[in-house]
Antibody, heavy 122, light 108 residues
């Protein structure tokens, strides 16, 4: 069965950095685009970033552009999110999510990880 | 960016009731709309994609319709496990993907 397991969350000071990981199993990871979606405490869902199945294209929300970097290692079935210059407003649960499209972008998220909490606070 | 607006923001209903949630896009998105269910402390779950296609394993009491700018999610007969927050999401214009603000379905 498909599993996505995030790790790397924690407490970080404003201006600090953190790298999140998402370990994938149960499907051909190298054939699917992957997303990061976040949810601030008590708030709704916000899309953060997308990477194409082969890593050739990456897209970001304006709120994180220039500060966050999405990447993947298909040999390790792992998705990453490098977060730099963190701000209080980046505090959220971060989910990795699988796009439904096989080597295509369809923008529906059929599997999600359990989420990892990032808290930006001094 | 396309803005997605859900109504109501919250609704109270009883087991067995029929409930409808509305989602409106700020511009036409054809049928590129998905619905998700989220329970407290859990990840969202895909219910419906392409405006009206039921995701595998989702009970048939969930249905959705609409195209262009106006969409509805209907739960025909509420079950105890349906009490959750529901989000619509447009898949027409990217980046970014945008979600509605959520509708919390509570027990009356």
């Amino acid at each position: 069965q498909v599993q996505l397991v995030e790790s790397g969350g924690g407490v970080v000071q404003p201006g600090g950095s953190l790298r999140l990981s998402c370990a994938a199993s149960g499907f051909t990871f190298s054939s699917y685009g992957m997303h990061w979606v976040r949810q601030a405490p008590g708030k709704g869902l916000e899309w953060v970033a997308f990477i194409r199945y082969d890593g050739s294209n990456k897209y970001y929300a304006d709120s994180v552009k220039g500060r966050f970097t999405i990447s993947r290692d298909n040999s390790k079935n792992t998705l990453y999110l490098q977060m730099n210059s963190l701000r209080a407003e980046d505090t959220a649960v971060y989910y990795c999510a699988k796009d439904v499209g096989l080597e295509w972008l369809l923008l529906d998220f059929d599997y999600w990880g359990q989420g990892t909490l990032v808290t930006v606070s001094s | 960016d396309i803005q997605m607006t859900q109504s109501p923001s919250s609704v109270s209903a009883s087991v067995g009731d029929r409930v409808t949630i509305t989602c409106r896009a700020s511009q036409g998105i054809s049928s590129w709309l998905a619905w998700y269910q989220q329970k407290p402390g859990k990840a969202p779950k895909l219910l419906i994609y392409a405006a009206s296609s039921l995701q595998s394993g989702v009970p048939s009491r969930f249905s959705s319709s609409g195209s262009g700018t106006d969409f509805t999610l209907t739960i025909s007969s509420l079950q105890p496990e349906d009490f959750a927050t529901y989000y619509c999401q447009q898949a027409n214009s990217f980046p970014p993907v945008t979600f509605g603000q959520g509708t919390k379905l509570e027990i009356k």
